[in-house]
């Protein structure tokens, strides 16, 4: 697998990078610099529109930029091939969705579980089975024990994002990825959620990146960006 130089401490290094989503269409981003180090927990913060999905898609390798490094846990993702970036997803990083992404006709722990069975990397982090590893993330993340072998489709909303907080965090990834994944809730639900996924992560030693356009978040965090602050191109798109 490809290497960087980048420095062990920094998990997120991204050097002049450019992307767009069409060859003749002006960049959504450009980036000159932008390094998170490790266990840091990151809120990055703006409107809608202006790129913070599009950050975060690079961040996991969903897509790979036009130009530039994006360097996480020392790899730079511009180098790999598509199923290299989907493989090394798969077993570092941790992503919370928006809308959950969690499978309807699955149990609670069913779902928590399902990182593992695509990441033989992620697995062998887990000390015991698979399924009492489940269950002690539900139980830290407050979820009731009677839920847990129910269709997750039978939870409310911030049940189940706590189920999929847990499948985020099973396996221990290096690095947490959360795309507003607080929007359905309300203030104090969101508030006991953030505090919950950070201790979590940090008992875990995961470096926490969280996108939201919500700047009320924003006060519980060491780290806040401003991403029209450093993509030059929202200067023009936002």
């Known amino acids: 697998m490809p290497q960087t130089t980048t420095d062990l401490s920094n998990v997120i290094d991204l050097e002049n990078v450019t ?5 003749d269409a002006k960049p959504t ?7 998170i180090t490790q266990a840091e927990h990151t809120f990055i913060k ?21 130009s530039g490094k994006v360097a996480v846990l020392d790899n730079d993702l511009t180098q790999q091939s598509s199923r290299q970036r989907d493989r090394f997803r798969a077993d570092h990083i941790g992503y919370i969705f928006q809308q959950f992404n ?31 590893t489940a269950r002690h993330l539900l139980e830290r993340l407050h979820l009731p024990n009677e839920l847990l072998n129910k269709p997750v489709i039978e939870l409310s909303i911030g049940q189940q994002q706590r189920v999929a907080a847990a499948r985020a965090l099973i396996g221990e990834p290096k ?17 006991a959620f953030i505090e919950l996924l950070m201790e979590q992560a ?10 939201s356009h919500d700047p009320t978040l924003e006060p519980l965090f060491k780290r806040s960006i401003q991403l029209q602050d ?6 023009r798109t936002c």
Do not use: M
């Not at 703006?46 to 036009?66: F, Q």
């Not at 499978?103 to 399924?131: M, T, W």
């Not at 690095?175 to 508030?191: G, K, Q, V």
């Open 230 to 235: 450093i993509n030059t191109a929202g200067e």
């Open 46 to 66: 703006g409107p809608s529109g202006c790129g913070k999905s599009t950050l975060l898609s690079l961040l996991t390798g969903i897509n790979a930029a036009e």
């Open 102 to 132: 969690l499978l309807p006709y699955l149990s609670v722990v069913e779902n928590v579980v399902l990182p593992c069975q695509f990441s033989a990397h992620r697995k062998s982090n887990i000390q015991g089975s698979l399924d009492a």
């Open 175 to 191: 690095l947490i990825i959360a795309d507003e994944p607080t929007s359905a809730l309300d203030f104090e639900n969101r508030t």
């Open 202 to 211: 940090t008992e875990a030693q995961s470096t926490l990146v969280f996108v």
């Open 29 to 35: 981003l450009q980036i000159d610099q932008l390094a």
């Open 19 to 23: 992307f767009r989503w069409s060859p």
